[in-house]
């Protein structure tokens, strides 16, 4: 379990989390694709999203929150890279389950490393082409990206793409 960043620490920026599959999953993400079931193999999700406006530190908290259950053990992890900079971020007890990351952030898949791009612009589809030119392909046109059509922020790949680690 680790956190990566790049860039200097402020409170917005986009994020890829890497979830790392150990047993086949059988997944549906809410009503997309009329609630279609995924076939997700071993292996590794990453999902790419972006928190802008000062929200970062608590986004990620929030996916790092499971609906019932434990939560992520990146969780802790997480809380004490943004203590070590001086933001407080009160943690989520529970979550709504809202967003197609919510589905894939409850399964029982889990939640391994943490990538965090400071800045103040989305960067979404500059990160799902890195990923996809490490390997990954999407698991869906639109999952996780309803606002970029054709887009997908939600990828699957067999192996670690080792080469997404960055420092800052």
Do not use: C
């Not at 992520?72 to 529970?94: C, I, N």
């Amino acid at each position: 379990m680790n956190v990566y960043a790049h860039g200097e620490p402020q409170k917005s920026g986009a994020y890829v989390l890497e979830l790392a599959v150990l047993e086949e999953l059988e997944l549906a993400f809410g009503r997309f694709q009329n609630g279609r079931v995924f076939h997700i193999p071993p292996g590794y999700v990453y999902y790419v999203g972006s928190a802008l406006a000062g929200r970062l530190p608590s986004r990620l908290l929030r996916h790092a929150t499971r609906a019932s259950g434990l939560p992520h053990q990146m969780r802790s992890e997480l809380v004490r890279y943004f203590d070590a900079l001086g933001w407080k971020v009160k943690t989520p007890a529970r979550k709504a389950l809202h967003w197609h990351a919510d589905y894939l952030m409850e399964s029982p898949a889990e939640l391994a490393s943490v990538y965090i791009f400071y800045g103040q612009e989305p960067r979404e589809a500059f990160l799902e082409e890195a990923l996809r030119a490490l390997g990954a392909e999407p698991l869906a046109p639109g999952l996780g990206a309803g606002d970029r059509p054709g887009g997908s922020h939600v990828l699957f790949s067999p192996k670690r793409l080792g080469a997404l680690i960055v420092t800052g």
